[in-house]
């Protein structure tokens, strides 16, 4: 893991864990694909439905969903509208993205708090067909939350940074 020179600890931390949760999201995607393949194969040639066929791909997707909405976060990609902001002026337009980042921290931050408690409460209970905690199935959403939350934090800080490097233009 070798940075550019005068990177510093936390930037490489942070393209590590971008490259970690991108490539373990690539490799969810292959065993969904290879699972959904297995089942129909083994059940149209076979007649031998395999019976995790339904959960296992379900509980998978989830993370899949989860871990790839983080890694998007991270990099900027989700989507906005921003017809109306576009158009304020430039100091009026970054308070007004500042705000947005608060919101969608605060956002995260409930969707966590309340998910990790369905979380600790599924745990004691098991999935009827792969016998995996019911825990599995709502991790995703408290991991990419977490994740999220972390991200969407640096961006406010960055923000909140150009904010003040500009002395209050476009941040």
């Given at each position: 893991m070798?940075g550019t020179p005068?990177e510093?600890?936390?930037?490489r931390?942070?393209r590590?864990l971008?490259?970690?949760l991108y490539h ?12 959904v393949m297995?089942?129909?194969v083994?059940?149209?040639?076979f007649?031998a439905s395999p019976?995790?066929s339904?959960e296992a791909?379900?509980?998978l ?12 976060t991270r990099?900027?990609?989700?989507l906005?509208v921003?017809f109306?902001?576009?158009r ?9 993205d500042?705000?947005?980042d ?16 369905i979380?600790?409460f599924a745990s004691g ?8 905690s ?8 408290s991991?990419?939350c977490?994740f999220?939350?972390?991200?969407q934090?640096m ?11 500009s002395?209050g233009?476009k941040?």
């Amino acid at each position: 893991m070798l940075g550019t020179p005068g990177e510093s600890v936390l930037a490489r931390l942070d393209r590590w864990l971008d490259q970690v949760l991108y490539h373990a999201s690539a490799v969810v995607l292959v065993v969904i694909a290879l699972a959904v393949m297995y089942t129909v194969v083994a059940r149209y040639f076979f007649s031998a439905s395999p019976i995790w066929s339904e959960e296992a791909p379900r509980v998978l997707f989830l993370w899949l969903c989860y871990l790839g909405v983080a890694v998007a976060t991270r990099r900027g990609h989700n989507l906005r509208v921003t017809f109306i902001v576009d158009r304020f002026p430039p100091r009026l337009r970054a308070l007004t993205d500042v705000v947005m980042d608060v919101l969608v921290i605060v956002m995260l931050a409930v969707l966590f708090y309340f998910n990790w408690r369905i979380v600790v409460f599924a745990s004691g209970t098991k999935m009827i067909a792969t016998g995996w905690s019911n825990a599995v199935g709502f991790l995703p959403l408290s991991v990419g939350c977490a994740f999220m939350l972390l991200y969407q934090v640096m961006h406010l800080v960055r923000r909140l940074r150009r904010l003040r490097d500009s002395g209050g233009g476009k941040a």
